[in-house]
């Protein structure tokens, strides 16, 4: 399960993986410009996400990390509700990966700096949806668990490469013809 936490909208997308290969779910938002209290919104968040958890028991869930921008205050309640979708899955024993905004977009479309909309439509591609939705927080979610499931048991902090060339020379184990 991926989630893109917001207390505006809060996006996630599910995929089941099955052969090594993945196949999608759902994906959905969470609307939370009506309320107005920030307390309810953090209990919608987490309502919401337990939900999901009951629903369709993910064996991980993978969350796209605040990033800080020019507002401080934004970057707070954002943290806010990444926090509490994190104690829903904590409160399952469900593992959480992070990823960076870059990264998800990275995995997606192999740019660090994509737009919104060039990471649904390559989602849409590569899950083979008819349709995208009005926002796109929900397919934000639904990167998340895309590039959780193209990052699963490669997590390497701190490794990078001069090109491509470089990492096909170090992973020579990891590349198929």
């Not at 990033?67 to 970057?75: A, D, E, L, R, T």
């Not at 591609?125 to 397919?139: F, Q, R």
Request: net charge positive; with cysteine; charged share 25%.
């Amino acid at each position: 399960m991926g989630i893109d936490p917001g207390t505006t909208i809060m996006g996630f997308g599910l995929i089941r993986v099955a052969d090594r290969k993945m196949h999608f779910l759902q994906m959905n938002e969470l609307l939370l410009k009506k309320y107005k209290d920030p307390y309810t919104k953090l209990k919608l968040i987490f309502e919401r996400t337990i939900e999901l958890i009951d629903t369709y028991h993910p064996d991980e869930i993978a969350i796209e990390a605040p990033f800080y921008g020019k507002n401080v205050q934004s970057m707070l309640k954002l943290g806010r509700a990444q926090g509490v979708a994190m104690a829903a899955g904590l409160s399952r024993q469900i593992p959480i990966t992070e990823y960076l905004p870059k990264k998800i977009k990275m995995s997606i479309t192999g740019n660090g700096n994509a737009s919104k909309e060039q990471v649904a439509k390559m989602l849409q591609g590569v899950l083979g949806l008819k349709s995208l939705p009005k926002n796109l927080d929900s397919t934000d979610g639904l990167a998340a668990a895309v590039c959780h499931f193209y990052n699963a048991g490669r997590v390497e902090m701190g490794k990078s490469y001069s090109g491509w060339a470089a990492f096909v020379k170090q992973n020579d184990g990891r590349v198929e013809e």
